[in-house]
């Protein structure tokens, strides 16, 4: 038997003969126990160069092993070594089971080596296959187990499937999102939570804790679709039925899967992780993360050193902060202090603006705030706004006025009669980190004066309004955290206008104008 | 004195007649309605009531009126006395007699005259002789017609039919009673007689004379007629043809009676009073500008549509750039000979002049930023940028030390560069034609372009703008519209080559300008359609890739087209502010990843800063960038060599000496004083008091309605009432009628009964008589 040579040799018909050369040998395989030795040409065709004819075989292998199981000829129990097969003393039968057992193991090793293949069709078909073994191996155990004590999962195989999984080489957030269907059952779901928790001890143990941002990026794909179902009652879905007390079964409940899929963050969340993880976390966090905890103030420790690590991670970290001190009844010491520390002129250009905006106005909306912490907040803001772009300032302005409003005592902000009319240095400290020491409330928004003639009119317009004692109600700012530049440059664009005004300086050059700047720092050509 | 006649407004008559006399306060008549509460400032009509007063004076009312129409009803007929004097009740019996005897008299007279044929006999219809009538043509006409009537009616009438009004009647009698009273009866008629005859022979001769007269009126205004109208008839064409001499004469006086007069033409105006007037169209519109930048005045309708029509819109000429600097000029040359240098518009034309005069050093220097350019292109972008602070400060000073020279000598240079340019000029109009067509297309336009120089393209594009105007023909307007949107997207195309032909597009802005002047919308639109454009496709980089690339030359030349054609220092202006818009997000959200990207930035810096040159406002990306910019040199500085170090040193003390010394200082903010709110007052509220129950509806004419409505209803009511008391009264009176009748007929059946038994009682006894 010379299986690989007729292929190699005629590469125009190779296409029909390989198909018929599996095709044959399989048929033959489960026809008789005499051809099984064809089962190592079909599997030789798992390592072959192309990629059609692996998953040709990967297929014909799944069929072939499956129809295996049915039968029940792989070996039940501890595998004697394949080098004793012919020294004990056993039937037949019993020695073709251990064969055909080595060799499924066999291909279930390559399988896993395909899983790093470069070509995607091949490591799909090699994860469908396998996952197809799990199902198979779950409904006919290879181990002996006593019943009443373990419930029958392939632990061992999904283990390292999920291993080849989480490749600390690869990126395989393609091949995690095909494997996100078989995520949808419950034990497949629950098991697999349990392996990545292994999984990630072991990596990151071995890798004495330093960051590994593939290997990390794959986890956070693999983890991040994981959703634990909101009902216990909707857990229906199995791939391995259990016969023996189901209801009993780890798998079939919710509080279980809560536990698993809380230990699995935790311990994902414990070891160091890149910059760009913690945005992408801290993204999804307060959404798909914390409901489905069993104990969501366990995340107070990554919470906080995320919101200690600055920049636009900490402004992410706010809003799982804001979940546990609202819901969760934590209790964060100098929150507003961090939170004043924050402030810097990059919040005007992140893109997580509108909501850290949303979330500042909720944490700064408590009317029981010491005045000094929302004058500080309010002069800082001032003094920022003086960098922002048109659209910050569209929220800002109304911001800070919807602040004076609710702490009638920073009035003094924008209004003093009783202070002398001579200019004075502004007493307030930018640098100072503490709000209670930076002097805000004895300072004046001369800063928001200066809007007012700033360029855009809108912005204008709302600079003014500190001009006058503010109206009681509140402005509504959620409508313009959205904003974009262009939508306000569209704005005018669309308004209608009866006359446009033109300039009645007629130009003759392009760079000579009454109020020349460009043509005085540059010329044509 | 006067029978009634019984006719439709009967009722109303009664109704209007004074009510029966004052009723007497029987306290067995009066009524109390008792009232349930006093309100204070109420009037009740009714707390007293008269029922059976009231009850009897309506029965009477409708005794009166609706009964008597009732009897009357089927009645048409109606006996009147006409007979003369029945209803006078100044004459007495006795002459009332007199006359009706001596008008019987008179009749029978007439009567007897009927058969005396010698005699005329006038047969008359409404007072006209049917003979005149017969010969009447249309040439008498209404107005001796009543003259006629006027004659007719004082005596004739009266003599000759009896009847006629009473009163005229009397007046007439009177008189003649007064006169002739002497004379007698047959005097009397004869006289009659006489006049009457002597009267129609009078009216004959008033006739014929009036006749004569307007056939001779006619002659006459066929001879004016002519004068007259200026359609003559065909008819009358030939008499014209008679006396052509008069004609002539005749209508040369009408024509020159009907000229316009000369008006008196305004005076030519001197150059002194033109560049008043100039000035004073300047100081306007930069009034209406600051107005516009304060924002106050930002739906004002008051526009500078007013200049443009003012200056070129009727005539098809664009006003060119350069003739009027020349005005200006010699305008601000006038005013240093006077005493006062003050307005802006003034102190712009200056330095329009000293820019002229500058140009060749601008040029100079140009060149040499060019060979800076090319020697910095290694080196560091800051130092590039310092560089340009430098050279533009030593030029800026050279103006100020120069300005007066150049003052002196500027009256030469231009005019003979403005001889060279129009020699160039004639040199160019010898190779071009003189009419072009409207480009329909962008590729028109740019077939029409290439291969020019830029001098002639602009000349193209003057002759193109000239030959279409709009007041040539009706299309041309959405032509010139059209064109306005290719000339911009060329512009785009021509900074957009490589390398850019910026020179060309220098020499296209008077045109661009004048289209801009002419079409404010058309243009208004095609550049905010750029702006939109690029600002989306910025908007959508910064999405997708979240950096975007700084933008290209030919939106940098929009950008300073945009501060050339509108205002940047109005408040809100539709091109502008969008424009501001894109440049903040330019200066933002681009990344600065090259030496050219700085270039650009600092271009944008330019802009902005000469955006806000006039309005003084922040902007704050400007500074934002500017500082990025440092940044990013002094972390570069370790790599560089020492000779950047010292020119960024350099820029940094120049920049230090340049801020003040102290920080700026703040004064605590106080709000605006207001009006205080004046206290509220307890002025009673004024209600106006309807003639209805409740207050309904808010406006005036809801008001308005509710109330017609409610008195609609109790007209209504009150008419439904009075038809239900009619109807009950007309079926008592027909009742009482059957029954008066009954009654009749029973008493006369009994009267017969008792007549014929008594007859039978005598018959009877009779008999007995007899038999006895």
Same mark, same amino acid.
């Given at each position: 038997?010379?299986?690989?040579?007729?292929?190699?040799?005629?590469?125009?018909?190779?296409?029909?003969?390989?198909?018929?050369?599996?095709?044959?040998?399989?048929?033959?395989?489960?026809?008789?126990?005499?051809?099984?030795?064809?089962?190592?040409?079909?599997?030789?065709?798992?390592?072959?160069?192309?990629?059609?004819?692996?998953?040709?075989?990967?297929?014909?292998?799944?069929?072939?092993?499956?129809?295996?199981?049915?039968?029940?000829?792989?070996?039940?129990?501890?595998?004697?070594?394949?080098?004793?097969?012919?020294?004990?003393?056993?039937?037949?039968?019993?020695?073709?089971?251990?064969?055909?057992?080595?060799? +499924?193991? /066999?291909? #279930?090793?390559? @399988? =896993?080596? !395909?899983?790093?293949?470069?070509?995607?069709?091949? %490591?799909?078909?090699?994860?469908?296959?396998?996952?197809?073994?799990?199902?198979?191996?779950?409904?006919?155990?290879?181990?002996?187990?006593?019943?009443?004590?373990?419930?029958?999962?392939?632990?061992?195989?999904?283990?390292?499937?999920?291993?080849?999984?989480?490749?600390?080489?690869?990126?395989?957030?393609?091949?995690?999102?095909?494997?996100?269907?078989?995520?949808?059952?419950?034990?497949?779901?629950?098991?697999?939570?349990?392996?990545?928790?292994?999984?990630?001890?072991?990596?990151?143990?071995?890798?004495?804790?330093?960051?590994?941002?593939? +290997?990390? /990026?794959? #986890?956070?794909? @693999? =983890?991040? !679709?994981?959703?634990?179902?909101?009902?216990?009652? %909707?857990?229906?879905?199995?791939?391995?039925?259990?016969?023996?007390?189901?209801?009993?079964?780890?798998?079939?409940?919710?509080?279980?899967?809560?536990?698993?899929?809380?230990?699995?963050?935790?311990?994902?969340?414990?070891?160091?992780?890149?910059?760009?993880?913690?945005?992408?976390?801290?993204?999804?966090?307060?959404?798909?993360?914390?409901?489905?905890?069993?104990?969501?103030?366990?995340?107070?420790?990554?919470?906080?050193?995320?919101?200690?690590?600055?920049?636009?991670?900490?402004?992410?970290?706010?809003?799982?902060?804001?979940?546990?001190?609202?819901?969760?009844?934590?209790?964060?010491?100098?929150?507003?202090?961090?939170?004043?520390?924050?402030?810097?002129?990059?919040?005007?250009?992140?893109?997580?603006?509108?909501?850290?905006?949303?979330?500042?106005?909720?944490?700064?909306?408590?009317?029981?705030?010491?005045?000094?912490?929302?004058?500080?907040?309010?002069?800082?803001?001032?003094?920022?706004?003086?960098?922002?772009?048109?659209?910050?300032?569209?929220?800002?302005?109304?911001?800070?006025?919807?602040?004076?409003?609710?702490?009638?005592?920073?009035?003094?902000?924008?209004?003093?009669?009783?202070?002398?009319?001579?200019?004075?240095?502004?007493?307030?400290?930018?640098?100072?980190?503490?709000?209670?020491?930076?002097?805000?409330?004895?300072?004046?928004?001369?800063?928001?004066?200066?809007?007012?003639?700033?360029?855009?009119?809108?912005?204008?317009?709302?600079?003014?309004?500190?001009?006058?004692?503010?109206?009681?109600?509140?402005?509504?700012?959620?409508?313009?955290?959205?904003?974009?530049?262009?939508?306000?440059?569209?704005?005018?664009?669309?308004?209608?206008?009866?006359?446009?005004?033109?300039?009645?300086?007629?130009?003759?050059?392009?760079?000579?104008?009454?109020?020349?700047?460009?043509?005085?720092?540059?010329?044509?050509? | 004195?006067?029978?009634?006649?019984?006719?439709?407004?009967?009722?109303?008559?009664?109704?209007?007649?004074?009510?029966?006399?004052?009723?007497?306060?029987?306290?067995?008549?009066?009524?109390?309605?008792?009232?349930?509460?006093?309100?204070?400032?109420?009037?009740?009509?009714?707390?007293?009531?008269?029922?059976?007063?009231?009850?009897?004076?309506?029965?009477?009312?409708?005794?009166?009126?609706?009964?008597?129409?009732?009897?009357?009803?089927?009645?048409?007929?109606?006996?009147?006395?006409?007979?003369?004097?029945?209803?006078?009740?100044?004459?007495?019996?006795?002459?009332?007699?007199?006359?009706?005897?001596?008008?019987?008299?008179?009749?029978?007279?007439?009567?007897?005259?009927?058969?005396?044929?010698?005699?005329?006999?006038?047969?008359?219809?409404?007072?006209?002789?049917?003979?005149?009538?017969?010969?009447?043509?249309?040439?008498?006409?209404?107005?001796?017609?009543?003259?006629?009537?006027?004659?007719?009616?004082?005596?004739?009438?009266?003599?000759?039919?009896?009847?006629?009004?009473?009163?005229?009647?009397?007046?007439?009698?009177?008189?003649?009673?007064?006169?002739?009273?002497?004379?007698?009866?047959?005097?009397?008629?004869?006289?009659?007689?006489?006049?009457?005859?002597?009267?129609?022979?009078?009216?004959?001769?008033?006739?014929?004379?009036?006749?004569?007269?307007?056939?001779?009126?006619?002659?006459?205004?066929?001879?004016?007629?002519?004068?007259?109208?200026?359609?003559?008839?065909?008819?009358?064409?030939?008499?014209?043809?008679?006396?052509?001499?008069?004609?002539?004469?005749?209508?040369?006086?009408?024509?020159?009676?009907?000229?316009?007069?000369?008006?008196?033409?305004?005076?030519?105006?001197?150059?002194?009073?033109?560049?008043?007037?100039?000035?004073?169209?300047?100081?306007?519109?930069?009034?209406?500008?600051?107005?516009?930048?304060?924002?106050?005045?930002?739906?004002?309708?008051?526009?500078?549509?007013?200049?443009?029509?003012?200056?070129?819109?009727?005539?098809?000429?664009?006003?060119?750039?350069?003739?009027?600097?020349?005005?200006?000029?010699?305008?601000?040359?006038?005013?240093?000979?006077?005493?006062?240098?003050?307005?802006?518009?003034?102190?712009?034309?200056?330095?329009?002049?000293?820019?002229?005069?500058?140009?060749?050093?601008?040029?100079?220097?140009?060149?040499?930023?060019?060979?800076?350019?090319?020697?910095?292109?290694?080196?560091?972008?800051?130092?590039?940028?310092?560089?340009?602070?430098?050279?533009?400060?030593?030029?800026?000073?050279?103006?100020?030390?120069?300005?007066?020279?150049?003052?002196?000598?500027?009256?030469?240079?231009?005019?003979?560069?403005?001889?060279?340019?129009?020699?160039?000029?004639?040199?160019?109009?010898?190779?071009?034609?003189?009419?072009?067509?409207?480009?329909?297309?962008?590729?028109?336009?740019?077939?029409?372009?290439?291969?020019?120089?830029?001098?002639?393209?602009?000349?193209?594009?003057?002759?193109?703008?000239?030959?279409?105007?709009?007041?040539?023909?009706?299309?041309?307007?959405?032509?010139?519209?059209?064109?306005?949107?290719?000339?911009?997207?060329?512009?785009?195309?021509?900074?957009?080559?490589?390398?850019?032909?910026?020179?060309?597009?220098?020499?296209?802005?008077?045109?661009?300008?004048?289209?801009?002047?002419?079409?404010?919308?058309?243009?208004?639109?095609?550049?905010?359609?750029?702006?939109?454009?690029?600002?989306?496709?910025?908007?959508?980089?910064?999405?997708?890739?979240?950096?975007?690339?700084?933008?290209?030359?030919?939106?940098?030349?929009?950008?300073?087209?945009?501060?050339?054609?509108?205002?940047?220092?109005?408040?809100?202006?539709?091109?502008?502010?969008?424009?501001?818009?894109?440049?903040?997000?330019?200066?933002?959200?681009?990344?600065?990843?090259?030496?050219?990207?700085?270039?650009?930035?600092?271009?944008?810096?330019?802009?902005?800063?000469?955006?806000?040159?006039?309005?003084?406002?922040?902007?704050?990306?400007?500074?934002?960038?500017?500082?990025?910019?440092?940044?990013?040199?002094?972390?570069?500085?370790?790599?560089?060599?020492?000779?950047?170090?010292?020119?960024?040193?350099?820029?940094?003390?120049?920049?230090?000496?340049?801020?003040?010394?102290?920080?700026?200082?703040?004064?605590?903010?106080?709000?605006?004083?207001?009006?205080?709110?004046?206290?509220?007052?307890?002025?009673?509220?004024?209600?106006?008091?309807?003639?209805?129950?409740?207050?309904?509806?808010?406006?005036?004419?809801?008001?308005?309605?509710?109330?017609?409505?409610?008195?609609?209803?109790?007209?209504?009511?009150?008419?439904?009432?009075?038809?239900?008391?009619?109807?009950?009264?007309?079926?008592?009176?027909?009742?009482?009628?059957?029954?008066?009748?009954?009654?009749?007929?029973?008493?006369?059946?009994?009267?017969?009964?008792?007549?014929?038994?008594?007859?039978?009682?005598?018959?009877?006894?009779?008999?007995?008589?007899?038999?006895?």
């Amino acid at each position: 038997m010379a299986p690989s040579t007729d292929s190699n040799v005629k590469d125009e018909n190779s296409q029909v003969s390989y198909k018929k050369d599996i095709n044959t040998k399989t048929g033959r395989i489960l026809q008789n126990k005499k051809h099984s030795n064809d089962i190592f040409d079909v599997i030789e065709y798992l390592q072959s160069e192309k990629d059609k004819e692996i998953i040709f075989a990967t297929n014909a292998c799944k069929r072939v092993f499956c129809q295996l199981f049915y039968r029940g000829d792989l070996y039940v129990g501890d595998l004697p070594q394949e080098e004793e097969l012919m020294s004990g003393d056993r039937s037949a039968e019993e020695k073709y089971r251990i064969f055909m057992r080595h060799r +499924y193991n /066999n291909c #279930v090793e390559l @399988l =896993l080596e !395909n899983m790093g293949h470069e070509a995607f069709q091949v %490591k799909e078909a090699s994860l469908c296959a396998l996952m197809k073994f799990v199902e198979a191996e779950g409904k006919h155990p290879l181990q002996n187990l006593d019943l009443i004590e373990h419930y029958i999962f392939p632990r061992e195989l999904l283990r390292t499937l999920v291993e080849h999984l989480l490749s600390t080489e690869e990126d395989m957030s393609l091949l995690i999102s095909r494997f996100q269907e078989f995520l949808e059952m419950d034990d497949v779901r629950y098991y697999v939570m349990s392996s990545v928790r292994d999984n990630i001890y072991r990596v990151m143990g071995r890798n004495k804790k330093a960051v590994i941002p593939v +290997y990390q /990026n794959n #986890v956070y794909t @693999l =983890l991040s !679709n994981i959703n634990v179902p909101s009902q216990g009652s %909707k857990m229906k879905h199995f791939l391995v039925k259990q016969a023996y007390r189901p209801e009993e079964w780890k798998a079939g409940k919710l509080k279980e899967h809560k536990r698993a899929f809380e230990q699995m963050w935790l311990l994902f969340l414990k070891f160091k992780l890149p910059s760009s993880m913690y945005k992408k976390i801290l993204v999804i966090l307060h959404e798909s993360i914390m409901p489905q905890m069993s104990d969501p103030t366990l995340l107070i420790d990554f919470l906080s050193a995320a919101y200690d690590i600055g920049g636009a991670i900490s402004l992410l970290a706010l809003n799982g902060l804001f979940i546990l001190i609202h819901k969760h009844n934590l209790d964060y010491p100098d929150f507003y202090k961090k939170l004043y520390s924050l402030l810097d002129p990059s919040i005007f250009h992140v893109k997580y603006r509108a909501r850290f905006f949303h979330l500042v106005n909720i944490f700064l909306s408590s009317t029981h705030l010491p005045a000094y912490l929302v004058a500080a907040f309010v002069k800082r803001f001032a003094r920022l706004s003086l960098t922002a772009p048109p659209t910050a300032l569209l929220i800002l302005l109304p911001f800070i006025c919807n602040l004076i409003r609710r702490h009638p005592s920073c009035r003094v902000l924008i209004h003093r009669p009783s202070a002398a009319e001579e200019p004075c240095d502004d007493p307030y400290v930018i640098e100072e980190e503490d709000p209670a020491q930076c002097h805000a409330l004895e300072s004046s928004l001369w800063e928001i004066k200066t809007l007012q003639k700033h360029y855009h009119p809108d912005v204008a317009k709302a600079a003014m309004k500190i001009n006058e004692p503010l109206t009681e109600q509140e402005e509504e700012i959620s409508e313009v955290l959205e904003l974009s530049t262009f939508e306000l440059m569209e704005r005018d664009l669309k308004a209608e206008r009866k006359t446009i005004p033109l300039e009645f300086d007629t130009a003759t050059e392009l760079l000579k104008s009454p109020r020349e700047v460009l043509g005085v720092h540059f010329s044509l050509e | 004195n006067r029978k009634p006649t019984f006719s439709r407004g009967l009722s109303d008559k009664v109704r209007k007649s004074k009510a029966a006399p004052e009723i007497q306060k029987n306290p067995f008549e009066v009524k109390i309605n008792r009232k349930k509460f006093d309100v204070l400032g109420r009037k009740s009509k009714h707390d007293v009531g008269l029922p059976g007063v009231s009850r009897s004076r309506a029965i009477q009312k409708r005794k009166d009126t609706l009964l008597k129409e009732f009897r009357l009803k089927d009645k048409n007929n109606t006996f009147i006395d006409r007979r003369f004097g029945e209803y006078d009740s100044k004459l007495t019996p006795e002459e009332k007699i007199l006359q009706r005897f001596t008008l019987e008299r008179q009749r029978t007279q007439d009567r007897k005259d009927m058969y005396n044929l010698n005699e005329e006999e006038e047969l008359t219809h409404y007072g006209q002789s049917l003979a005149e009538m017969e010969k009447m043509t249309d040439v008498i006409d209404s107005d001796s017609d009543s003259e006629e009537k006027g004659l007719l009616s004082a005596e004739l009438t009266a003599t000759h039919f009896g009847g006629g009004g009473g009163l005229l009647r009397k007046k007439s009698a009177g008189d003649e009673e007064e006169e002739h009273k002497p004379r007698s009866r047959q005097e009397l008629i004869e006289e009659l007689i006489f006049k009457s005859k002597q009267e129609k022979r009078e009216r004959q001769t008033q006739k014929e004379e009036a006749q004569e007269l307007t056939e001779k009126l006619d002659q006459e205004w066929k001879s004016i007629q002519n004068l007259l109208a200026h359609k003559t008839p065909k008819a009358e064409r030939t008499d014209e043809t008679d006396k052509p001499k008069l004609d002539q004469y005749d209508m040369m006086v009408r024509e020159l009676g009907f000229e316009m007069k000369a008006q008196p033409s305004e005076k030519l105006k001197s150059a002194e009073e033109l560049a008043r007037e100039e000035r004073q169209r300047l100081q306007t519109l930069e009034a209406d500008r600051l107005k516009r930048m304060m924002g106050d005045a930002e739906e004002d309708a008051v526009q500078t549509n007013t200049h443009v029509s003012a200056d070129d819109m009727n005539d098809g000429f664009i006003l060119d750039g350069d003739d009027r600097k020349t005005l200006a000029y010699k305008d601000g040359k006038w005013n240093i000979e006077g005493e006062e240098e003050e307005k802006e518009d003034e102190d712009g034309d200056e330095e329009g002049g000293e820019e002229e005069d500058e140009d060749d050093e601008d040029d100079a220097e140009g060149e040499d930023d060019e060979e800076e350019e090319g020697e910095d292109d290694e080196e560091d972008d800051a130092d590039e940028d310092h560089c340009d602070l430098q050279s533009d400060e030593g030029s800026e000073d050279e103006d100020g030390q120069g300005a007066e020279e150049e003052q002196l000598c500027a009256e030469e240079p231009p005019a003979v560069s403005e001889e060279q340019k129009k020699a160039a000029q004639e040199a160019a109009r010898a190779e071009l034609p003189y009419t072009f067509p409207a480009p329909e297309s962008y590729s028109d336009l740019k077939q029409l372009l290439q291969g020019h120089g830029s001098e002639q393209q602009r000349l193209i594009l003057d002759r193109t703008l000239k030959c279409n105007h709009p007041s040539l023909s009706a299309g041309n307007k959405a032509k010139l519209q059209k064109l306005f949107g290719f000339l911009l997207e060329y512009v785009g195309d021509l900074a957009t080559q490589n390398p850019p032909d910026l020179r060309t597009v220098s020499a296209l802005i008077p045109q661009i300008c004048g289209l801009c002047q002419m079409f404010p919308e058309a243009a208004c639109k095609a550049v905010q359609t750029l702006l939109s454009d690029s600002g989306h496709s910025m908007e959508e980089t910064l999405e997708v890739k979240g950096r975007a690339p700084m933008p290209d030359l030919d939106m940098l030349v929009l950008l300073k087209i945009t501060a050339l054609l509108f205002p940047s220092s109005d408040f809100r202006h539709p091109v502008t502010t969008p424009a501001f818009l894109f440049l903040s997000q330019a200066l933002t959200r681009c990344a600065v990843v090259s030496l050219e990207d700085v270039c650009k930035g600092l271009v944008l810096c330019c802009l902005a800063l000469e955006y806000v040159s006039l309005s003084q406002r922040i902007f704050p990306e400007l500074l934002n960038f500017l500082l990025g910019l440092l940044h990013l040199t002094v972390s570069d500085k370790h790599n560089m060599g020492t000779a950047v170090c010292v020119c960024v040193c350099d820029l940094h003390r120049e920049i230090l000496d340049a801020i003040p010394e102290k920080p700026s200082q703040h004064a605590p903010l106080v709000f605006k004083k207001k009006k205080p709110i004046p206290l509220k007052l307890f002025t009673p509220k004024i209600v106006q008091i309807l003639d209805y129950g409740k207050k309904r509806g808010n406006t005036k004419e809801e008001k308005e309605r509710e109330r017609l409505k409610h008195k609609y209803k109790r007209e209504f009511k009150g008419a439904l009432r009075e038809i239900r008391k009619d109807t009950r009264f007309l079926a008592r009176e027909k009742l009482s009628d059957v029954m008066s009748r009954d009654a009749e007929r029973k008493r006369k059946v009994k009267e017969l009964y008792g007549s014929l038994a008594t007859q039978e009682g005598e018959w009877k006894a009779l008999k007995r008589k007899n038999r006895k």
